[in-house]
């Protein structure tokens, strides 16, 4: 009889579905998960599946169908899967559409809208999410007021903030749009990055907007849609990876 196949316990929790690894580590130090009926703090304990993994009181199982969904999210809505505060979150929008638990690869705060991607395939969520690999964000921007070209020139250059210098890969005015509107593209995954940017010149943003993220656009996907990637878009995303 062949061995059954053994996983760490944050990568078991990541199969099932419920989080990325990095977030799995963290729920298992936090001694929310029990192996065989005891709490276990060992993100890198050894599990299979005929062991019993709780999480929150419930079994959970490594599910071994991929499911990669693109969503371009609505404004208002929170890039969680459930929230404290009972507002719209993006499970909301696609739980109609799957019937296993995934999770958004990264975040838009409340009120930017544009792709994310939503999936249980922690492996590639964890490199989607490093920042070793680069992917590649394009955003759309609206301001309360014109773009200084000076401005905008400390910003190609790197603004430094208070955790380091602000990496933009490129900064230009929309084409055919008056100054108000600029594109950036990045690659850095830092907090509020572009809010902070324009914060810190004193501007505020009226409209943020992800138009692109690691190769995928919101070609024929209206805002509050998702659709699954094709077979073609998730070898492009494993590869790119």
Request: charged share 30%.
């Amino acid at each position: 009889m062949q061995d059954e196949q053994k996983y760490r316990l944050n990568k078991f929790i990541a199969h099932a579905g419920i989080c990325s690894r990095r977030k799995a580590a963290d729920l298992v130090k936090a001694g929310k998960v029990k192996v065989n009926g005891k709490v276990e703090t060992n993100p890198a304990v050894e599990v299979t599946n005929s062991d019993k993994i709780e999480y929150e009181g419930k079994v959970v199982k490594a599910d071994k169908k991929l499911i990669y969904l693109l969503l371009n999210k609505p404004k208002g809505v929170v890039t969680t899967m459930d929230d404290e505060q009972g507002r719209k979150t993006v499970w909301d929008i696609v739980r109609s559409k799957v019937n296993t638990r995934i999770f958004p690869v990264g975040r838009l705060d409340m009120y930017t809208t544009g792709l994310l991607l939503l999936t249980n395939d922690g492996d590639l969520a964890l490199k989607l999410s490093h920042p070793k690999h680069k992917v590649k964000k394009i955003y759309h921007i609206q301001l309360d007021q014109p773009l200084k070209e000076k401005d905008l020139k400390l910003i190609q250059d790197g603004l430094k903030l208070d955790d380091g210098i602000a990496e933009v890969d490129v900064i230009s005015y929309l084409k055919g749009r008056d100054k108000h509107e600029v594109g950036i593209e990045l690659h850095m995954g830092k907090n509020r990055i572009i809010r902070r940017i324009f914060e810190h010149l004193n501007y505020s943003i009226q409209r943020l907007d992800r138009v692109y993220y690691a190769g995928l656009t919101k070609k024929d996907l209206p805002r509050g849609w998702s659709r699954f990637l094709t077979k073609q878009e998730i070898i492009m995303l494993r590869h790119f990876t």
